[in-house]
Structure formats: structure tokens, C-alpha cells
């Protein structure tokens, strides 16, 4: 089994920053995509952002050049720093990562369990 925990999120004034990590565990082979979503009261859950394994990243348009995406391969865990935070960056952030379990399995996404992310002054 593979588990993602979260950590990172909480209350932070508009222009202000966070950032957020979320660490893979378990029967571990390989991890192929990893991704940050969200999901705002009302709303269906969005991507934020994603980084492959070798590093090349893509971001939803409303993020970019204020967010980044970053992993530590040999910790198996991925970060997402906001910055320049919005109200409308408000939501539940949730990690997702595409893990090989064996040389023979093929990926099967696995999800975290959410962090709230709210932005007020």
C-alpha cells in the first residue's frame, strides 16, 4: 500500500505565501507524475499543477508566475509554494502522485487525503 500525507496548509492573508508538501510512503518502486489539485466550496476539483519525474512542470493558467512545483525523488515527496496568494486561491489542496509499486505493476494513482488552504484577511 501507498500513502500520501499532506502538510502545509492553513489561514494566510491575500499576498501572502504558503507552501505545501505532501511525502509518499509504502511499497514504493517508482514515482512517475506527481500533482497538485484543488477544489474550491461549489466547485470541481482542478488542476493546479503537475511535475514528471524528470522535472518538466505544467500549472493552470491562473497560478502561473505565482506558484511553483518542485520534488525530492529520493524523499518521494513533491511541494507546491504559493505565493502572491489570492482569495480565490481558497480550497481544499489535495496531492496526487502515479506509483509504480514492482517492476511489473503497471502506475495507479494514489491520492491524499486534503489540506485546506484559505486565504482572508
Known amino acids: 500500500q501507498v500513502q500520501l500525507v499532506e502538510s502545509g496548509g492553513g489561514l494566510v492573508q491575500p499576498g501572502g505565501s504558503l507552501r505545501l508538501s505532501c511525502a509518499a510512503s509504502?511499497?514504493?518502486?517508482?514515482?512517475?507524475?506527481m500533482a497538485w489539485y484543488r477544489q474550491a466550496p461549489g466547485k470541481q476539483r482542478e488542476l493546479v499543477a503537475r511535475?514528471?519525474?524528470?522535472?518538466?512542470?505544467n500549472y493552470a493558467d491562473s497560478v502561473k508566475g505565482r506558484f511553483t512545483i518542485s520534488r525530492d525523488n529520493v524523499q518521494n515527496t513533491v511541494y507546491l509554494q504559493m505565493n502572491s496568494l489570492k482569495p480565490e486561491d481558497t480550497a481544499v489542496y489535495y496531492c496526487?502522485?502515479?506509483?509504480?509499486?514492482?517492476?511489473?505493476?503497471?502506475?495507479?494513482?494514489?491520492w491524499g487525503q486534503g489540506t485546506q488552504v484559505t486565504v482572508s484577511s
Open positions: 496526487n502522485a502515479d506509483v509504480q509499486i514492482s517492476r511489473r505493476e503497471a502506475n495507479f494513482r494514489y
Open positions: 509504502g511499497s514504493i518502486f517508482s514515482i512517475n507524475t
Open positions: 511535475i514528471i519525474s524528470g522535472g518538466s512542470t
